[in-house]
């Protein structure tokens, strides 16, 4: 958290459907040093999740709200990066990929 507020900014990193790391019962933590995790730095040296990911974007911290032992952290995007891949999705405690049904919107 020290290294975000003093850089001002952060990177979202949503995983693709073929993420070579999928932890188990819980959203992936950060990249550390000897995780699986591949990639490099955004444009304010935030981490960047390229070869797992299908977007990235890079925002500036916009706010901070405490609450209790907490800090929630909102930025504005101000850089978009995406590729045409399927995306990872978290629910009910586990994992699993947009299903394209072949329904059609209705308006």
Known sequence: MAALLRRGAL??????????YRPRSSPPGPPTASSRWSGGRG???QPWL???????AGCEVSE???FGDHMAVFGRVVHVTSSPTIPL???????????NSGA???S
Request: charged share 25%; hydrophobic share 40%; net charge positive.
């Open 89 to 99: 999705l978290y629910g009910m405690r586990e994992f699993s990929t947009w299903v």
């Open 104 to 106: 059609t919107a209705v």
């Open 50 to 56: 390229y070869e797992e990911t299908l977007a990235a």
């Open 64 to 66: 901070t709200v405490v």
């Open 11 to 20: 990177m979202v990193n949503p995983l693709h459907e073929r993420c070579r």
């Open 43 to 45: 444009p304010r040296r």
